[in-house]
């Protein structure tokens, strides 16, 4: 279920509230949307959901979200992805850089490297305090919950994080503007977790980010403690309880323990060796045959 | 006497900010609905009753209609998009939550509030719960989108 508020200037129309909750609109529907606004440069959007249930994997999102859109290129800003912020009026306009999309639909690749690109630069702004999963802030802003349709096991982890990973390297100069599709993506995602094994990794990946630009400190985490930007859950929501026993007893499969790997020196929480890295091409390979391994 | 679930609020103009609910019985003609600038109606019958002749009403000084949780045909939706497209439409708050709209409803209504232009007074627009799909998210989204 989707419940938005969006607030745009169309056409001499002032539609201060467009309320959409309870509506299957799906991931598609979801980035028109998006991205319509995105498209209307006037527009001082923003976007709340709540309820979002899962079209095909029955999981129920129920946190409030508000996606802020940005002016973003591929390095200098943090998404702008907020949670739980009421009529706060965005101070810019998007500068859109997909204004086809919602003519053509967005393509299922393009929707995954925003959504991808988006997870992955929201896990380097959010996993700096360390991982403390299954109390995982960017669970909790998200408001995903594993349920016995959507268990978080080791399958899971695995699938996400290879197609992760694989859409990382593709894409790897694309935008990194991924709020607006990060929730419409995961409502769809046949996974439909963030998976503890990509939480770990990501934040392993951070202290060695290939795509982290010279001025790294674009990718940084705000000054601001999370606290303080991430209001209360809603009541219906113990965004704290443990995930089950039988959910998150798995092993987890980039665990605490080093796992040294025999043939190349590398270790399964550092990553590849990148000392020997010499072109940034190779890069992309690296990781690429990290992950299989990790996997 | 079956009370309607239609409530009116701040009949006539000079009352027009000064809430009150009031019902309208079963057998009130909607006509006593000129001057409203707020109506409510979450039966269906009452919504129908209500769309049904509000167009030949205008123009109204109406400026929130609340049909939620009303089950609104399509002939509903027709009326409401033929009020919504006349660029006299005072309505500032149009709630359709739970009305069945869908896509089809969605697309009319989206249409008739493109065709109104700039003379369109509509500021809120609640579609939650109405079996919005990808096709009618479109349609809102060329809302959205228009310039």
């Not at chain 1, 995602?189 to 939480?199: D, K």
């Not at chain 2, 129908?48 to 209609?65: C, D, H, N, V, Y």
């Not at chain 2, 109104?116 to 007074?121: C, E, V």
Request: with cysteine; proline share 6%.
């Amino acid at each position: 279920m989707f419940e938005s508020r969006f607030f745009v200037f169309i056409r001499g129309v002032h539609i201060d509230e467009l309320m959409i909750s309870g509506n299957p609109i799906g991931q598609r529907g979801a980035l028109a949307i998006a991205h319509a606004l995105q498209k209307n440069k006037r527009v001082a959007s923003s976007l709340q959901y709540r309820n979002i249930g899962a079209l095909s994997s029955n999981m129920t999102m129920r946190a409030r979200h508000k996606f802020e859109f940005f002016p973003v290129n591929q390095h200098d800003s943090h998404l702008g992805l907020t949670s739980n912020i009421d009529d706060e009026a965005p101070t810019s306009a998007p500068e859109s850089n997909q204004s086809n999309i919602l003519d053509k639909g967005p393509p299922l690749e393009k929707v995954e490297e925003i959504f991808y690109r988006g997870l992955y630069a929201r896990f380097l702004a959010e996993c700096s305090e360390g991982c403390s999963w299954p109390s995982c802030r960017l669970l909790k802003r998200t408001g995903l919950v594993a349920s016995e349709n959507n268990p978080i096991n080791e399958d899971s982890c695995a699938a996400l994080s290879q197609r992760m990973a694989s859409v990382l390297q593709i894409n790897r100069t694309a935008t990194n503007n991924g709020a607006d599709a990060f929730i419409a993506f995961m409502q769809d995602s046949p996974l439909g977790i963030i998976a503890r094994a990509v939480h770990r990794a990501i934040k392993k990946m951070s202290k060695q980010d290939p795509f982290r630009p010279a001025d790294s400190d674009a990718w940084l985490p705000p000054d601001e403690p999370l606290s303080a930007q991430v209001p209360s859950a809603p009541e219906e929501l113990d965004l704290d309880a443990p995930l089950a026993e039988s959910v998150h007893g798995a092993p987890l499969i980039a665990s605490s323990a080093p796992q040294a790997l025999p043939s190349n020196g590398e270790n399964a929480l550092t990553g590849p060796d990148m000392s020997a890295i010499k072109r940034e091409g190779e890069m992309g390979n690296a990781w690429a045959g990290f992950w299989g391994r990790l996997l | 006497m079956h009370v309607l679930a239609m409530a009116l609020a701040s009949r006539g103009v000079e009352a027009s900010h000064h809430l009150h609910w009031c019902g309208l019985r079963h057998g009130e003609e909607p006509n006593d609905l000129v001057g409203c600038r707020q109506i409510s109606a979450h039966e269906t019958d009452e919504a129908k009753r209500i769309l049904s002749t509000l167009p030949g009403l205008i123009p109204l000084p109406l400026e929130q209609l609340d049909l939620s949780s009303s089950k609104i045909s399509k002939a509903g939706v027709a009326q409401l998009a033929s009020l919504l497209s006349t660029r006299t439409s005072q309505i500032k708050d149009l709630d359709l939550s739970g009305c069945d709209v869908r896509d089809g409803g969605i697309a009319n209504l989206v249409d008739a509030i493109l065709a109104a232009g700039n003379k369109t007074k509509l500021e809120g627009f609640d579609v939650s719960n109405n079996g919005i799909t990808s096709e009618g998210a479109i349609s809102l989204a060329k809302l959205v989108s228009a310039e």
